[in-house]
């Protein structure tokens, strides 16, 4: 347990919250993207891809720059914004439902299936 812990020590936790919020967004337009191509919209799905790949290459540049030895946590922070990313969007398709950001926010956590 100390050695996983050890991971998270030396960089700030504002660090983490970042790599973790970028994780989570970049995860909204990987999904907005594939959504652009699978409706068959090639301007916005050039555009979104662009996009991507910029957060994509940027991330990693600064993954591999200069974290001073932190690599290991702040990708396993990334990974975790990415999940969570993926979560919401496919519990996003509940909120266009409702229609109310509450409600979306209520049902992210929620495991009833019944719906």
Known sequence: MDSLLSIFQGAA???????FSV????DLLI????????KDYPLRSGFLSFVVTV??????????????GQQLGIILAY????G?????VVKGKHFK???HLFEFFMTLFRQDRTK
């Open 79 to 82: 990974a975790l914004g990415n």
């Open 97 to 99: 439902r409702k229609g």
């Open 13 to 19: 936790w504002s660090q983490y919250l970042l790599f």
């Open 23 to 26: 994780g989570f967004f970049q």
């Open 55 to 68: 957060v994509g290459i940027l991330v990693l540049y600064e993954i591999l720059g200069d974290l001073e």
């Open 84 to 88: 969570v990313g993926t979560y919401a």
């Open 31 to 38: 999904t907005l993207y594939y959504q652009a191509i699978s």
